[in-house]
């Protein structure tokens, strides 16, 4: 079975900086599209960042200017940089994506999450 892993959070004080990362728990697979999605305490799932066909990612208008999304290709990890972090960002950050090997494809896959906390 394959997952796919978040990692990367934590608590931070307004205004800092995370990073998280999201990559296949096995290894071989090409993550293809992927996008990052967070759920507030109370709130529903909604889309962070979206990666697109022409390598462009599309960012929620709430995260535009302060998020970025990138790639490790020899690693195969997507990261999403975090910066000037607001109370607002609080929730747990969800990576979600299709990926395949030579083998295998998954479509869909959801990580477990991972806490991001912003507070003082």
């Known amino acids: 079975q394959v997952q796919l892993v978040e990692s990367g959070g934590g608590l931070v004080q307004p205004g800092g900086s995370l990073r998280l990362s999201c990559a296949a728990s096995r290894s071989g697979f090409t993550i293809h599209t992927m996008g990052w999605y967070r759920q507030a305490p109370g709130k529903e799932r909604e889309l962070v960042a979206r990666?697109?066909?022409?390598?462009?990612?599309n960012y929620a208008d709430s995260v535009k200017g302060r998020f970025t999304m990138s790639r490790d290709y020899a690693s195969n990890t997507v990261y999403l940089q975090m910066g000037s972090l607001e109370p607002g960002d609080t929730g747990v950050y969800y990576c979600?994506?299709?990926?395949?090997?030579?083998?295998?494809?998954?479509?869909?896959?959801w990580g477990q999450g991972t806490l991001v906390t912003v507070s003082s």
């Open positions: 979600n994506a299709d990926i395949s090997n030579s083998y295998s494809r998954y479509l869909g896959l």
């Open positions: 990666s697109t066909l022409g390598g462009t990612p």
